[in-house]
């Protein structure tokens, strides 16, 4: 069974910094493309970044800058650094993976249960 669970939500103040982790298990997640997505209260999830096997990456637009993805194949783990973190940033984040790695776009087969970040201003 693949699973995902993410972690290092929380609170923190316009500005600061928060480091996400998405563990995997129950499939060779090394292969695939692993993503971070997010949902703000009334509004629809959308894609924030993501990291192909072979490490190139890619970004929203309005994270470009702050936000860095990155994978750890040996652990099973991706990450997202945030800084500067803005009020706007609050959401639930949602690890994913793809089982293809694509030149665009991101498909998700699997997601994780979601982290909560609230930044405060």
């Known amino acids: 069974q693949a699973q995902l669970v993410e972690s290092g939500g929380g609170l923190v103040q316009a500005g600061g910094s928060l480091r996400l982790s998405c563990r995997a298990s129950?499939?060779?997640?090394?292969?695939?493309?692993m993503g971070w997505f997010r949902q703000a209260p009334g509004k629809e999830r959308e894609f924030v970044a993501a990291?192909?096997?072979?490490?190139?990456?890619y970004y929203a637009d309005f994270v470009k800058g702050r936000f860095t993805i990155s994978r750890a194949n040996a652990q099973n783990t991706v990450y997202l650094q945030m800084n500067s973190l803005k009020p706007e940033d609050t959401a639930v984040y949602y690890c994913?993976?793809?089982?293809?790695?694509?030149?665009?776009?991101?498909?998700?087969?699997?997601w994780g249960q979601g982290t909560q970040v609230t930044v405060s201003s």
């Open positions: 994913a993976a793809d089982q293809v790695n694509r030149n665009y776009g991101f498909q998700a087969a699997w």
């Open positions: 129950g499939r060779t997640f090394s292969t695939y493309a």
């Open positions: 990291i192909r096997s072979g490490g190139s990456t």
